[in-house]
């Protein structure tokens, strides 16, 4: 089994030139990676990757994200926004950790494993996404937490991006013990 995060680095579209906004604007856009090889490639999603011995979670998120795109982020800045369970075949293939945050330094760049993006959050790709995202992220992005598993069914030995999603179950407004 695969241990794995993704990063949604979180804005404020109007704090940039529109003289009525405040800070506690409720983010709308989301930093989004097209992933230029790996599983997934050529498909957007958040930073992220599989965790390296050692880690943890927020650690691999962190580093992911300075990786892919060059952003700083605090471990403790990083909200745990979801948890997903990628079945394959019957049998779990991928547990995700998904984290949120609208604190983060730097400006994002290209990498040779993705080409950032930031996107308003009613205009996210879903069409150019992994299937099951349109299922759970749009919570994830309106500040909310999920916890989810989605079953694909592959023959032989296609990789996950290639095999057919089929069912899920998702639970949304989860709570996660603190620090996870
Ligand atoms: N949004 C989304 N992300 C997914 C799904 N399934 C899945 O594995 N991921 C994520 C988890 C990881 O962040 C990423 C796959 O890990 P990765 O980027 O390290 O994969 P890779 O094959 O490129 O690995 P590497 O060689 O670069 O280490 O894809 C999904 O259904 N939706």
Redesign the pocket.
């Known amino acids: 089994m ?1 241990e ?3 990063c949604f680095p979180m804005r404020s579209r109007s704090n940039g030139d529109d003289p009525t906004a405040s800070a506690d604007d409720a983010p709308d856009e989301v930093l989004l990676i097209e ?1 230029r ?4 490639e050529g498909w957007y ?2 930073p ?3 965790l390296e011995s050692a880690e943890t979670p927020r650690e691999c998120a962190v580093r ?1 994200t300075r990786e892919e795109v060059g952003l700083g982020i605090d471990p403790a800045d990083l909200e745990k926004a979801g948890e ?1 369970r ?1 079945l394959l075949n019957g049998e779990e293939h ?1 547990f ?1 950790h998904v984290f949120r945050t609208t604190e983060f330094d730097g400006e994002p760049a290209a990498s040779a ?1 993705a080409r950032p993006e930031w996107v308003p959050v009613e205009d996210v790709p879903y069409d150019q ?2 299937e ?2 349109r299922l759970w ?1 749009p919570t994830v992005l309106e500040g909310e937490t999920v916890r989810g598993e ?1 079953r694909f069914e592959a023959e032989g030995d296609e990789p ?1 991006d290639e095999a057919e999603f089929v069912d899920h179950d998702l639970e949304t407004g989860v709570s996660f013990e603190a620090g996870d």
């Open positions: 695969i794995a995060t993704l992933k090889r790996g599983l997934g999603n958040g992220g990757g599989k992911e997903l990628f991928t995700c494993e996404m992994w099951d995202d992220l989605f996950l």
